[in-house]
């Protein structure tokens, strides 16, 4: 199944449209701006939550917790594989995980699991510039799979945010993103 993830031009938070292969809604995402966990919210149509993503404050790497409401739980994390070839792994409760690689900051990756490719996220086949399509293989979890796009892209933003020196603490939020976005970068945004 196709789906295209539409950041909003003018938005607070984490906020995203989800549609389906036809264009129309399939998803809400709602960014909680004030969350200290970078809380994302994802609803469907009639605004009922269907899965639930957060940021852990303290972890070596960034890592993020992911809930559906059908009792699905995962974490996304960060490992460590050096700066030009990033790496983050899917770890599913009682599954096995799966792997994300590619150019993330380019939104042209894949996820695979057991070696075999179970989504592709590309801007290729989308016109719009704010816009990235995810092609899901038929069988998979596609909300654990979008919530998982949805934590990286959080996490691309929060970093783009601490290079520019725009984090919590300006200057200081900023090492936060040359860090790595967690560890050094957490420790310095703590209580002073």
């Known amino acids: 199944m196709k789906y295209q993830v539409r950041e909003k031009i003018f938005r607070l938070g984490e906020d995203n449209d989800i549609l389906n292969e036809a264009g129309q809604p399939a998803l809400q995402v709602d960014g909680k701006v004030l969350s200290l966990h970078g809380l994302m919210l994802v609803n ?9 993503v957060s940021r852990k404050l303290v972890s070596l790497m960034a890592t993020y917790d992911i809930t559906l409401t059908g009792g699905v739980s995962a974490e996304l994390h960060q490992r460590f594989s050096g700066p030009f070839h990033p790496k983050w792994t899917i770890s599913v409760a009682g599954g096995s995980d799966m792997e994300m690689t590619g150019n993330f900051a380019g939104h042209d990756f894949t996820i695979t699991e057991n070696g075999q490719t179970v989504a592709t ?12 399509g995810v092609d899901i293989v038929e069988g998979q979890n ?30 200081l939020g900023g090492l936060g993103g040359l860090a790595g ?12």
Do not use: F, M
């Open 181 to 192: 976005g967690g560890g050094l970068g957490e420790i310095l945004k703590g209580p002073l």
């Open 142 to 171: 596609d909300l654990l799979i979008l919530c998982a796009v949805l934590a990286l892209e959080a996490e691309q933003d929060r970093s783009s945010e601490h290079n520019r020196g725009e984090g919590e603490l300006g200057v």
């Open 44 to 52: 469907d149509l009639a605004g009922t939550e269907v899965g639930r």
């Open 121 to 132: 996220v590309s801007k290729a086949w989308i016109s719009l510039a704010d816009s990235y």
